[in-house]
């Protein structure tokens, strides 16, 4: 059975890193990779790009990032945002094929979705706790889901390693008691993506996933049990969660019917415009209850993460040219380091130095969100 696996990889990830080159690029004329200079556009996709490649290519060295099969854990904070956001610049700028990071990272994912059977967890319980290996295993299935799903969502065609990354994540969903609907998340106590309110994150980021797949696959009929628990954990726990999360639905909500009433949609926009700062952004700080493990005060400035999040998700449900979107817009616009490329985000847990690696976390996906954004407001 492994020989037969094994043989099988080289093939579909050929096939598969052709497909997705071929079907994310466009013909621009005159695309050059260089930065818009005109005002509607006055931000540096080259210089974005530029960071999230060599973030994604640190990210994939790093030691502590290793896994078992010569594979590399898929992080919330740089590897999820990096494959939602690389794409859409691949596309504007008119690359024609991959980055050699992202076509790594692919390695990865296609070689462990493949090999599920025997891979590793991501962490195990004799070394990181007594449900490491269960919260690893459910979030990794739940991430890959959605990664794969993004891409196919750009080509309209849904492949088997997509169909088999599904798979993966239905098996392991929670089918009985408080949590039915939902996966067992990972849980560091590092917020927003590995803490106690990060399983509502990850059931909707399985809400996005199961909404953007191309083909109708939200509605096959094999998964309508789990999407019915799946809609109702979401449902059932919406009112108790952070601002974040709730974001997160409404992003979700564009393409998975049935989350949010019209009148729950209206009070969370409503929520979302009462904490939006003078400057047009938003602060992370002002998105959920948060207290840093050292005690240090949290930023409370506007953030790359919060203002891309938000305004992503704005235009996402039809929010388009509403005068606070526009607003956070020119927050991000203005706001791109000219000299890294990125935008500035801050730790939840304890006060880091913004230049280190691990510093740069939270700017990762601040950076990744922050393009979808940009690059949504002109579609």
Request: charged share 25%.
């Amino acid at each position: 059975m492994l020989k037969s696996k094994l043989f099988i990889i080289p093939v579909m990830l050929v096939s598969f890193l052709a497909f997705i080159a071929l079907s994310g690029s466009k013909d621009v004329t005159a695309a050059s990779g260089k930065a818009d200079t005109t005002p509607s556009a006055a931000w540096d996709r080259a210089a974005a790009a530029g960071y999230l490649d060599s973030r994604e290519t640190w990210w994939q060295s790093w030691p502590k990032s290793q896994r078992d099969h010569d594979t590399v854990c898929v992080s919330c904070h740089t590897a999820v945002p990096y494959a939602f956001s690389r794409p859409a610049l691949r596309q504007e700028m008119g690359e024609q094929d991959l980055s050699a990071p992202e076509r790594i990272m692919f390695n990865n994912i296609a070689k462990r979705v493949t090999l599920w059977n025997e891979v590793e967890p991501f962490y195990k319980d004799n070394k990181n706790g007594p449900t490491k290996s269960t919260e690893s295993r459910n979030t990794e299935a739940v991430l890959n889901a959605v990664i794969l799903a993004s891409y196919d969502a750009r080509s309209g065609y849904l492949r088997e390693l997509t169909k088999s990354a599904f798979k993966d994540a239905w098996a392991v969903q929670s089918k009985t008691g408080d949590k039915a609907g939902a996966w067992v998340w990972l849980n560091f106590h590092n917020s927003p993506w590995e803490a106690d309110e990060s399983e509502y994150w990850g059931a909707t980021l399985a809400a996005l996933a199961t909404g953007i797949a191309p083909e109708d696959y939200r509605d096959t009929p094999e998964i309508q049990d789990n999407v019915k628990m799946l809609r109702a954990y979401l449902r059932r726990e919406y009112k108790t969660q952070p601002l974040v999360n709730r974001v997160f639905l409404l992003w979700a909500s564009a393409k998975f019917p049935g989350l949010l009433t019209s009148s729950e949609r209206a009070g969370l926009v409503d929520d979302i415009y009462a904490v939006q700062q003078k400057d047009g952004g938003w602060s992370l700080t002002d998105l959920g209850k948060w207290k840093r493990h050292d005690d240090t005060a949290l930023e409370t400035k506007s953030d790359g993460y919060a203002t891309g999040l938000i305004v992503l998700a704005l235009e996402k449900t039809g929010m388009k040219g509403q005068p606070q979107v526009s607003r956070g817009l020119s927050w991000l616009k203005q706001n791109q380091s000219r000299s890294e490329g990125l935008w500035p985000a801050w730790s939840l847990n304890k006060q880091r130095d913004p230049a280190s690696d691990v510093g740069r976390f939270m700017s990762d996906a601040a950076t990744g969100y922050a393009v979808l954004a940009l690059e949504e407001s002109h579609k």
